[in-house]
Nanobody, 125 residues
């Protein structure tokens, strides 16, 4: 069993930056791919990005490519989502997710077994 807890959300102006964290606990994260998703009001949850256990492979949605960066610190069992050049359309609840995989190509909700409760990110124009 893996427990995930996001933090770092908040209110930021367009063009600003935020860094989200996802702390994992419960068991070793060896071999776990970590993903980030988001859900805006009235919309379905969508894939943001993912990173493999080694950190060597990442994958991003086109909408955030070049602006968002995922990294992980396995010594701290924590994954980060650095968000730069934020836009109002990035406003959403951001969730981290995890599952056992060697691939960063997990882009769908059903591919992740473990989920955090989410953290709100609001970008004002």
């Amino acid at each position: 069993q893996v427990q995930l807890e996001e933090s770092g959300g908040g209110l930021v102006q367009a063009g600003g930056s935020l860094r989200l964290s996802c702390a994992a606990s419960g068991r070793t994260l060896s071999g776990i791919t970590m993903g980030w998703f988001r859900q805006a009001p009235g919309k379905e949850r969508e894939f943001v990005g993912a990173i493999t256990w080694t950190g060597r492979s990442t994958n991003y949605a086109d909408s955030v490519k070049g602006r968002f960066t995922i990294s992980r610190d396995n010594a701290k069992n924590t994954v980060y989502l650095q968000m730069n050049s934020l836009k109002p359309e990035d406003t959403a609840v951001y969730y981290c997710a995890a599952d056992w995989s060697l691939s960063s190509k997990l882009m769908f909700e059903y591919e992740y077994k473990y989920w955090g409760h989410g953290t709100q990110v609001t970008v004002s124009s």
